[in-house]
Structure formats: structure tokens, C-alpha cells
């Protein structure tokens, strides 16, 4: 656990908490005891304001389902600039939404949500071959009647790619044949081939 005084009030948080933004941000330092250097001075803020900023970071650490969203802090609406502490800190004052596979980090998500334009999506991971293996009978089942479907595929770590379908998966009867239809989609390449989350022409 550590430990920092604010106007004389002790504020405390866990070593993971602070770890997920690495030894360089200003939190980080905070807690640490460092002197903090930068473009940005860091101003005195009330304890319920930081407070605020570690609670935010804390459940940023705490939240892991996929796709989740984590809330930005809020405040009574006089306040709301002081808020802008969030972001001294190093944090970003918006809400947070965790990534949608172990494949994404949360910058990719942002990308690739915004790709698929749905708005206030419900996200849920349906099916993923290492948790529920690689069978495709498995997969069917999983996905069920699920519609805006997003599939990701790890090619040995290097080449990450995809695609968003808007429909739903209509398997063949006969798992041996194939089964064509028309769905609105598109391929997502996530690294490898391009230099940045691409929606691929």
C-alpha cells in the first residue's frame, strides 16, 4: 500500500494501482514521493479531488471484462473544472472502455469502436479458441444469435486482423458444405500489414 499527504490528510492506494500507469506517470511519482518535472506544474488540489483521480485510476486496474466501461470521475457542476486534476495526473477525463479482447489495448478499442459506428454498443466476449478451444461446432454455439459480430485472429504475434459483420452467423446444415449470404461487413487489420488499426478497402 502507499501512502500520500494532501493538506494534511493521508490518501492511500495499492502499488498495482499505480503500476498500470508505469513508473513514469505523474501519479505514479505522486505516490512515490518524487519531484515531479514537466511541462505542466502540478497545482495543489483538494483531497476530494484526488481522491477522485486515484478512485478513477483504482477502477481502471479493478474493471477487466472485456469492452466494460469505466466512468470518468463527475462532480457537482461548479466543480467540474477542477476535475481537470484527472488529467494532471496523467489520466485522460473521459470514460474509459476496456479493451474487447486480450488482443486490443484500449487505444485500439477506441479505434476499432468507432470503425463500427453502433452507438452505446452491448459488448461481450462470445467465444475466444484459447478459453473454448478451436472446435468451429463450439464457436456456433457460443455466438448463438448474436448479431455485429466482431472476429479477431493472433497470427503468431505479429500480424493481428479481423473482421466486423452486422449480422448474424448462419451456419450450413451440413458442416462439411458452406453457406452463403449477404451481411453488411468489413476486415479490420490491427498491426502488421499497416501502421495503425486500419479498416482495410
Known amino acids: 500500500v502507499k501512502t500520500v499527504t494532501v493538506?494534511?490528510?493521508?490518501?492511500?492506494?495499492?502499488?498495482?494501482?499505480?503500476?498500470?500507469?508505469?513508473?513514469?506517470?505523474?501519479?505514479?511519482?505522486?505516490?512515490?514521493?518524487?519531484?515531479?518535472?514537466?511541462?505542466?506544474?502540478?497545482?495543489?488540489?483538494?483531497?476530494?479531488?484526488?481522491?477522485?483521480?486515484?478512485?478513477?485510476?483504482?477502477?481502471?486496474?479493478?474493471?477487466?471484462?472485456?469492452?466494460?466501461?469505466?466512468?470518468?470521475?463527475?462532480?457537482?457542476?461548479?466543480?467540474?473544472?477542477?476535475?481537470?486534476?484527472?488529467?494532471?495526473?496523467?489520466?485522460?477525463?473521459?470514460?474509459?472502455?476496456?479493451?474487447l479482447s486480450p488482443m486490443l489495448d484500449i487505444e485500439e478499442t477506441r479505434e476499432v469502436l468507432a470503425m463500427m459506428e453502433i452507438p452505446n454498443p452491448s459488448i461481450k466476449l462470445l467465444y475466444s479458441s484459447t478459453r473454448d478451444g478451436g472446435d468451429f461446432g463450439t464457436m456456433v454455439d457460443k455466438v448463438g444469435d448474436a448479431s455485429g459480430l466482431l472476429f479477431l485472429i493472433n497470427h503468431d504475434d505479429t500480424h493481428r486482423f479481423g473482421a466486423f459483420v452486422e449480422g448474424q452467423v448462419k451456419p450450413p446444415t451440413d458442416p462439411r458444405q458452406t453457406n452463403g449470404y449477404k451481411v453488411p461487413h468489413f476486415f479490420i487489420s490491427i498491426s502488421g500489414a499497416y501502421g495503425k488499426v486500419t479498416k482495410v478497402p
Request: proline content about 6%; glycine content about 6%.
Open 7 to 99: 493538506l494534511r490528510k493521508k490518501v492511500s492506494t495499492t502499488e498495482a494501482t499505480l503500476s498500470q500507469l508505469g513508473p513514469d506517470s505523474t501519479l505514479y511519482k505522486r505516490f512515490s514521493g518524487e519531484i515531479v518535472q514537466g511541462d505542466v506544474p502540478i497545482r495543489q488540489t483538494s483531497v476530494e479531488h484526488f481522491t477522485k483521480v486515484v478512485d478513477f485510476a483504482r477502477r481502471q486496474k479493478l474493471e477487466r471484462r472485456p469492452g466494460a466501461l469505466v466512468k470518468k470521475p463527475t462532480a457537482k457542476p461548479k466543480y467540474i473544472a477542477q476535475l481537470k486534476d484527472v488529467e494532471m495526473y496523467g489520466l485522460t477525463m473521459e470514460d474509459v472502455q476496456r479493451p
